[in-house]
């Protein structure tokens, strides 16, 4: 059965919900622009206005586990260069 037109903006409606969960749209820029263009494409099909999502101060990947390592190998490596000056 095909899906009605109030349907899918419904559908549609659940899916930015999901993606504007704490962790899903603060997690990366690229989670972040997901959101975004959701509720873009949600404003073109309801003919309102989006109201966009404004960038975290910090993105939860800074504070994972990889992007803790990652700041420690930067923080290391640039010891490691004015150590050898």
Known sequence: MRKTY????KSLAELIEIQGDNGNWNYDPYMHGMLNGMILSQS?????????KEAPEK???DKSIIGRIKNWLLVKTNKLIKSRR
């Open 59 to 61: 993105w939860l990947y």
């Open 44 to 52: 073109v099909f309801t003919d309102k206005d989006p109201i966009f």
């Open 6 to 9: 109030k349907q899918k903006i």
